[in-house]
């Protein structure tokens, strides 16, 4: 061959020549680079925190350790899952952490406008509940109004439909377990009345849907609702929870844009604080409205080139958890709250986010002071 | 030697074996969807898929096809996927990479039109 080669050189470089000119073969994909990584049966997330409340001490918490897993059964039949310990260690009391099914679903993929969930769902309600990886937010904590408003992570079981509408649109509407009225408080709101899944009351199914705009490149528009009858727990009383929200995310060059909006309406709310009085020796003090919304905006300020990320960011958010009292009940104005949140995070790489903000609360009471925090902490996906 | 020369430079000049419309079309991934999430082209297209990601890698399958590949993290790059569009239908495209708490929403579809 060599000989031939040596003789035959002409004709050599001409075959080189032509194969580089002709397309290769389309349909067969080309050798995954150097740079690739493996792909893992399963994924995860971490979230590792330092919270330094003022006139506190500083308290280290390994606050989230997920792992999520997933099998194909089929091109149409598949099953995901996402497996939380909360908080690092789990006592039997959720002060000691929390072992949490946050999601266990199969999907059956019929077409794109069309597909059937049943299992263990998130709510789909709000920017933070279905985004929640910690690279993919500013601030070492969840934002309150994703916290005390909208009770994140708000999961339990259920069964619906799911779909892309085309030209951007994509949408759920889910039957889901309900809320359940006796967990209700006034500092967290509808927090306290999740089921989460554990032998999970269907006597009121809630209904539930999310409708989400992605149309143009940067941004994504989103709408969600869930309404439901919550007192399975109480005789004769069954309060009727609505929640109404707007979510939107800009991304304009080096600059992002989110914001939120979310209103939550209890019914039979006076009512219900009288039959919970009756068992708890004191008033819940839930509120008829809950309402609260927050905006952000952050810079990515290290140029294009740089393989690493610096975000600054500052988010102001406004929530009430007492915004309507029902007739004959008080507000507190503790719980009429705002926050600023000054920070930034660095991305070594874009699955690894260290975290730092600082967060000034404070709230319209003359008596109970908020109290600012200092927040340090390591996030990563992978 | 000049036989040889002549074939070589017949063989360097000759034109593809058949001319093909290309089509170059731009996805973004992100947690968790693809945007555009539905892609018309004509059949008997090549289609050059170039998907990059606004945050960590997502996968890029096309079952029909048996393409199935990493898209680069925000920052590094882009995939580029040739892909033959020879039948009208439509078909799936989807994540294939566990991506996050919706990874299963992320979906797509290739309409391929007369």
Redesign the interface.
Same mark, same amino acid.
């Given at each position: 061959m060599a000989t031939r080669k040596r003789r035959?050189p002409? $004709?050599w470089?001409?075959?080189a020549? &032509?194969a580089v000119?002709? &397309?290769?073969d389309? #349909?067969t994909?080309p050798a995954?680079p150097p740079?690739?990584?493996t792909?893992?049966p399963?994924?995860g997330?971490m979230d590792f925190h330092f919270n330094k409340p003022r006139g506190q001490p500083g308290q280290l918490d390994f606050h989230r350790f997920v792992l999520?897993f997933?099998h194909s059964f089929s091109?149409r039949i598949?099953f995901?899952s996402?497996l939380e310990l909360e908080h690092a260690l789990v006592e039997g009391r959720e002060e000691k952490g929390e072992l949490e099914l /946050?999601?266990a679903y199969v999907?059956f993929?019929v077409k794109?406008y069309l597909n059937f969930r049943g299992g263990m769902l $998130?709510a789909p309600i709000g920017l933070i509940n279905? +985004? *929640?990886?910690p690279?993919?937010f500013n601030g070492v904590e969840r934002p309150f109004v994703d916290t005390v408003i909208l009770p994140s992570t708000w999961f339990d079981g259920g069964a619906g439909v799911?779909g892309?509408l085309?030209?951007?649109f994509?949408y759920?509407a889910y039957v889901m377990s309900s809320l359940d009225a006796t967990g209700f408080d006034a500092a967290e709101g509808l927090r306290g009345g999740r089921q989460k899944g554990f032998e999970s009351s269907f006597q009121n199914p809630a209904l539930t849907g999310r409708l989400?705009y *992605?149309?143009? %490149?940067g941004l994504?528009l989103g709408a969600s609702f869930w309404r439901g009858l919550t007192g399975f727990n109480l005789p004769g009383i069954n309060p009727r929870v609505r929640v109404v929200e707007l979510d939107g995310r800009w991304?304009l060059g080096r600059l992002d844009f989110r914001g939120q909006f979310a209103n939550v309406g209890i019914s039979k709310a006076g009512e219900l604080n009288v039959a919970l009085q009756r068992d708890l020796g004191v008033s819940p003090n839930v509120a008829e409205r809950l309402r609260g919304f927050y905006w952000e905006s952050a810079a990515r300020l290290l140029p +294009?080139r740089c393989?690493h990320?610096l975000v600054a960011f500052f988010r102001y958010e406004n929530f009430d958890t007492q915004n309507k009292m029902p007739r004959g009940f008080q507000p507190l104005k503790q719980f009429d709250r705002e926050a600023f949140v000054i920070g930034a995070t660095y991305y070594p /790489? %874009?699955?690894v986010a260290l975290k730092f903000d600082y967060t000034f609360l404070r709230n319209q009471s003359r008596v109970v002071r908020a109290v600012n925090s200092l927040n340090f902490g390591i996030g990563w996906?992978f | 030697?000049m036989v040889?020369?002549f074939?070589?430079?017949? $063989?360097?000049a000759?034109p %593809?074996?058949q001319t /093909?419309k290309r089509q170059t079309v731009r996805i973004?991934a992100e947690?968790?969807?693809f945007?555009?999430? #539905?892609v018309k082209v004509k059949a008997g297209t090549?289609v050059e898929f170039r998907v990059s990601?606004?945050? &960590?890698?997502h996968?890029f399958r096309i079952?029909s096809?048996?393409?199935?590949?990493?898209i680069?993290?925000?920052?590094?790059g882009e995939l580029q996927?040739?892909?033959?569009a020879e039948r009208p239908g +439509?078909y799936?495209f989807e994540c294939?990479?566990?991506?996050?708490?919706? *990874? &299963?929403?992320m979906?797509?579809?290739i309409i391929v039109e007369e």
């Open positions: 035959f002409a $004709l470089l001409a075959l020549a &032509t000119a002709q &397309t290769p389309p #349909q994909p995954a740079s690739a990584e792909r893992l399963f994924a997330y999520l997933g091109d598949k995901w996402e /946050e999601q999907d993929l794109p $998130l279905e +985004r *929640h990886e690279p993919s799911f892309d085309g030209r951007g994509l759920k989400e *992605h149309g143009r %490149p994504a991304r +294009r393989p990320e /790489e %874009p699955d996906w | 030697m040889e020369l074939v070589a430079i017949a $063989l360097a000759a %593809p074996p /093909e973004s947690r968790f969807s945007i555009p999430s #539905q090549v990601s606004e945050d &960590t890698n996968g079952p096809a048996g393409i199935d590949r990493i680069p993290k925000r920052g590094k996927v040739i892909y033959r +439509r799936d294939s990479k566990p991506c996050g708490a919706g *990874h &299963t929403m979906r797509g579809l």
